[in-house]
């Protein structure tokens, strides 16, 4: 079992920037890929950003060249810096653990929300 908790969400202006940051405990020697979703009211999840275990990314297109998807030495911490905010970018963020877009285990999600 892995447990993970979610930290940075909040409401920033537009053209802003946030960090979330997940931390995984548990059976965290399995972890391979870790990475975020976003869900915003009335659409599906989606995957935001992934990183694998030799350091390999994906980025949304609607993201890329904004957020930044990194993980520390020991594997167990992702964080997500998200730049140049927009509301568009408003939703619930949902950290996981997998392989690559196959999820095992979710965060229970942070709330971003991008306003004036």
């Known amino acids: 079992q892995v447990q993970l908790v979610e930290s940075g969400g909040g409401l920033v202006q537009p053209g802003r920037s946030l960090r979330l940051s997940c931390a995984a405990s548990?059976?965290?020697?399995?972890?391979?890929?870790m990475g975020w979703y976003r869900q915003a009211p009335g659409k599906q999840r989606e995957s935001v950003a992934c990183i694998g275990s030799t350091g390999a990314t994906f980025y949304a297109d609607s993201v890329k060249g904004r957020f930044t998807i990194s993980r520390d030495a020991a594997k167990t911490t992702v964080s997500l810096q998200m730049n140049s905010l927009t509301p568009e970018d408003t939703a619930v963020y949902y950290c996981?653990?997998?392989?690559?877009?196959?999820?095992?285990?979710w965060g229970q999600g942070t709330q971003v929300t991008v306003s004036s």
């Open positions: 996981y653990i997998g392989r690559w877009f196959a999820v095992d285990y």
């Open positions: 548990g059976s965290t020697l399995s972890i391979n890929t």
